[in-house]
């Protein structure tokens, strides 16, 4: 039985998964969009791990600014935290240097899961978790004028084609949910490429 053991075995030993999340960390702060796609129970093993390592970073980067460091300029406690979990460089460094500046202020919620929809080749349930901070910014008037288009009907054609070409409905099917948080994702993503 496994009576008070919290957490998703993901089908791996205790050393397997501890890679898979240190690997899945490494990647989310190292894309970026600060967005990595992968599955819904990988994407929430992966959140507290990494807000942990946020909230260090954070922690370190306060400590640092109002200089209750007795010992320099750099805090070396909480990066060797860190370093036990991400050992590249780079994304300590990212992680130090630019994503702890941005959530100084935010007391938690670094990350966010987005449902995505069923993969196709094993039905598996996939998701994008991204940091907050980097998503794009949400704007009441794109979803109010996305809720009018979908309400109205589309106009019927005036005059059929007399060809032999098959006809078409010219109702439109609504998008699923998840059709249309994918849709969402992609342009967010494509938009943030191109900026």
């Known amino acids: 039985m496994r009576h008070v053991k919290r957490g ?3 089908k791996r030993t205790e050393s397997h998964r501890h890679a898979l999340l240190r690997n899945m960390a490494a ?3 190292r894309s970026e969009q600060k967005a990595i796609r992968t599955t819904v129970a990988k994407a929430k093993e992966l959140r507290p791990f990494v807000e942990r390592l946020i ?3 954070r922690r370190a980067y306060q400590r640092e600014r109002s200089g209750q460091l007795a010992y320099g300029n750099v805090d070396l406690h909480y990066r060797r935290l860190v370093a ?9 460094q990212e992680l130090f240097e630019v994503i702890a500046p941005v959530v100084a202020e935010r007391n938690g919620g670094y990350t966010r899961i987005v ?5 196709r ?7 994008i978790i991204q940091l907050v901070d980097w998503a794009a910014p949400q704007d009441g008037a794109t979803s109010q004028q996305r809720k009018r288009r979908t309400k109205r009907q589309t106009p019927a054609p005036a005059a059929a084609p007399t060809t032999a070409a098959p006809q078409q409905s010219t109702e439109q099917a609504q998008p699923s949910p998840a059709e249309s948080a994918a849709a969402e994702v992609a ?3 494509q938009s943030n490429t191109t900026a």
Do not use: M
């Open 8 to 10: 998703r075995k993901l």
């Open 84 to 92: 036990r979990s991400i050992t590249d460089e780079a994304v300590l």
């Open 115 to 119: 449902k995505l929809g069923y993969r």
């Open 27 to 29: 990647s989310l702060i």
């Open 55 to 57: 909230t260090k970073a």
């Open 121 to 127: 080749g094993d039905g598996a349930q996939e998701a």
């Open 187 to 189: 342009d967010w993503s």
